[in-house]
């Protein structure tokens, strides 16, 4: 039995995201499906941790159990063949039996888009946050940085009551029993920096690992930061507090990269 | 009564094309219930020719009629504010009152786009043709400049027997009355060029005026002449002969883009 590991780009814009939901397209399903129809094997393809809906990624790691002998290249070639053009599969290569994209994880990268001119090209819709309003920039930076180092993020994870906290943790990608409790919300940020690139700013973080929304939450936060209705070092007080209702609103899926998973 | 002219730009993929048609979403369709959301009037724009279901464009041209005296620039946002992100009002200004978007054009300019490695990314998927065979890309050039000049382009049109083709030749933004019967397939072609740009082929393409499906049926020619199926001075051959059948298959909607129309 093989453990095919993936790397797989996805426009995240028509899917419900990764995990599998009865009645809606994910890519977990999509995946899944493609394989099936090269292999005959029912699988169940495992992410480096799920992507919200309309959030996509450039660079996002899959592995799947199959007993097929099809060469890995040829594989690559088959799946992007069967695949909608909204999902590809970059490489596949044959990866240890106990290796799982979500727990072998060491660090994860996003990117978040805004867009700043007047009018964002209907080419760009989908994949930037069309945000044209007047911002200073140089506080987003500094509130950026401050986020750096192992802080508990409950104040920019999203309050979702349906679900034990635990759970919610796996579900982000998070690595239950790298913490003392294993429902922690304490995550170590490696670098957090906003930049200019043409027309677009990008929020640019590397973490261990990311709390759901966490990335939207805290790109949302530094927008208040950058409009002037809190200081850089608010961002502090809000980590502290660990009280969601402190932080800025959750900005769209739309901008947001899964950019890339580091092992 | 004031004559108000649009340049707009959207991405053709989730339209049925520029022409409003029962039961699916337009282009034109979508203008006139934004228009009407604005002035309270009822209007059906009107544009420099039809884009077919797919095609995108980056400055098409419109024109309504409106009593509404909302400032041109006011018109623009309010547009935009309205309109989907995939479709963008870029410029509005008033124009005389005889002003046509199709009869007054004296050229348009089109452009294909072919994407050449062998893994097209999923943001890309919507606005490139992917075509990573091989191909010979100065037969392709060579052929292109070949159509130069005044030619019946019978053979680069759809072949489309439930219309008259006086009135198809309207629709696909020729001139009628032009040309002395009304109803000619001669246009004139002032540039025809193949470039390369970075991991894409691009054909542009500037003329008085196209057929239906001319310039997807002329890449599916400079295709073949690129695979080596024909040669480049086949293309006037194909020209003369006046049949559909001998010229290329019609490449996917996807890759093309109405660049610009010049009055």
Sequence with gaps: ??????????????????QTQPDAPSIQGTLATAIGRITGEKVLPQGSGRT????????????????????????????????????RVLEACEVAADFHPRTAAKSKTYRYRLY???????????????????LHFETMQEAAARIEGEHDFTSFAAVDPEKPRGRREVE??????????????????????WRQEGDELMYEVRGSG???????????????????????????????????????????????YLVNVEY
């Design 1 to 18: 039995m093989r453990n095919v590991k993936l790397v797989m780009a996805y426009d995240g814009t028509d899917f419900c995201g990764w």
């Design 52 to 87: 919200d809906a309309g959030v996509h990624a450039l660079a996002q790691v899959a592995t799947f159990r199959s007993e097929s002998r099809i060469p890995v290249a040829n594989l690559v070639i088959a799946l992007n063949d069967i695949l909608p053009g909204s999902i």
């Design 116 to 134: 700043r001119p007047a009018i964002c090209p209907p080419f760009f819709a989908r994949y930037v946050w069309h945000h044209p309003y007047p």
């Design 172 to 193: 982000a990608g998070g690595k239950p029993g790298e913490y003392s409790s294993g429902t922690s919300n304490v995550r170590t940020i490696f670098s957090s920096i």
């Design 210 to 256: 990311f709390l759901h929304h966490m990335v939207r939450n805290l790109v949302g936060t530094f927008l208040l930061v950058g409009k002037g209705t809190i200081h850089p070092e608010d961002v502090i007080a809000i980590l502290r507090a660990r009280n969601r209702s402190l932080a800025g609103a959750t900005v769209p899926a739309r901008g947001l």
